[in-house]
């Protein structure tokens, strides 16, 4: 169960004495298996959602619950702990260029700390998960960009994580391969993790037909079930 209780997020604008309101009393419940579009505009507040839920940023009031516990109070020493139950899939991959698929999957459980055992166990099941096992060898200049973002999904699940965020994971695909990754989420999904997709591409979300809360301006202005994206 993930849970926002009156969350609000303010940065110091720069060059200006006004603050700058990211996120306004957001109130929030994601139930376990969950699927969720997040939409809004560039600026909604969508990332900054996100990045509450890692552990990147910190709320200016509220709190920010995971599991049971609560993010606002996880050090920095155990933060690792809490990005293991969360994979991130982001816009524009951040794979290793010098690294195979294969490397860059298992760069993930290196720097965790895995063993080799667990790593040669591990890696070559979640690229047959994502359809890749036959380009485990390949660097990410011989993958599309459809297989680049199959292989990020790779390295978020490798850790078997709860809930997977997928922030913007299409914005640089052409629509076949936007589809094939939609899918693939959509698999994840229907295995028992839960998605919260970040994106405002309106066919996306109202394809799908899966809840839909959308930001404005940092407030939460709507939440469905089968919803639509409508601003």
Same mark, same amino acid.
């Given at each position: 169960?993930?849970?926002?209780?009156?969350?609000?997020?303010?940065?110091?604008?720069?060059?200006?004495?006004?603050?700058?309101?990211?996120?306004?009393?957001?109130?929030?419940?994601?139930?376990?298996?969950?699927?969720?579009?997040?939409?809004?505009?560039?600026?909604?507040?969508?990332?900054?959602?996100?990045?509450?839920? $890692?552990?990147?940023?910190? %709320? /200016?009031?509220?709190?920010?619950? +995971?599991?049971?516990?609560?993010?606002?109070?996880?050090? #920095? @020493?155990?933060?690792?702990?809490?990005?293991?139950?969360?994979?991130?899939?982001?816009?524009?991959?951040?794979?290793?260029?010098?690294?195979?698929?294969?490397?860059?999957?298992?760069?993930?459980?290196?720097?965790?700390?895995?063993?080799?055992?667990?790593?040669?166990?591990?890696?070559?099941?979640?690229?047959?998960?994502?359809?890749?096992?036959?380009?485990?060898?390949?660097?990410?200049?011989?993958?599309?960009?459809?297989?680049?973002?199959?292989?990020?999904?790779?390295?978020?699940?490798?850790?078997?994580?709860?809930? $997977?965020?997928?922030?913007? %994971? /299409?914005?640089?695909?052409?629509? +076949?391969?936007?589809?094939?990754?939609?899918?693939?989420? #959509? @698999?994840?999904?229907?295995?028992?993790?839960?998605?919260?997709?970040?994106?405002?591409?309106?066919?996306?979300?109202?394809?799908?037909?899966?809840?839909?809360?959308?930001?404005?301006?940092?407030?939460?202005?709507?939440?469905?079930?089968?919803?639509?994206?409508?601003?």
């Amino acid at each position: 169960m993930i849970y926002f209780e009156n969350v609000s997020k303010i940065y110091n604008c720069n060059g200006s004495s006004d603050p700058c309101v990211a996120l306004d009393s957001i109130n929030l419940r994601i139930r376990p298996q969950e699927f969720i579009s997040l939409a809004g505009p560039s600026g909604a507040g969508k990332s900054t959602l996100l990045k509450l839920l $890692i552990g990147e940023e910190k %709320p /200016t009031e509220g709190k920010v619950m +995971l599991d049971n516990q609560n993010l606002n109070l996880v050090s #920095l @020493k155990h933060l690792p702990e809490i990005r293991r139950k969360i994979g991130m899939v982001f816009q524009d991959f951040r794979l290793l260029a010098n690294r195979t698929a294969y490397e860059n999957v298992a760069f993930a459980m290196e720097a965790a700390g895995d063993s080799n055992k667990e790593i040669g166990q591990d890696v070559p099941q979640v690229l047959d998960v994502v359809g890749l096992a036959d380009k485990r060898d390949y660097f990410p200049h011989q993958l599309s960009g459809g297989e680049k973002q199959r292989v990020a999904i790779a390295r978020a699940l490798v850790h078997r994580p709860s809930v $997977i965020l997928a922030d913007e %994971p /299409t914005g640089n695909l052409d629509l +076949l391969n936007t589809w094939d990754i939609i899918k693939l989420l #959509l @698999k994840i999904n229907e295995l028992g993790t839960t998605i919260i997709l970040a994106t405002h591409d309106r066919d996306i979300i109202n394809n799908l037909s899966r809840r839909v809360i959308t930001l404005d301006k940092g407030k939460l202005i709507r939440d469905e079930q089968k919803g639509r994206y409508i601003l």
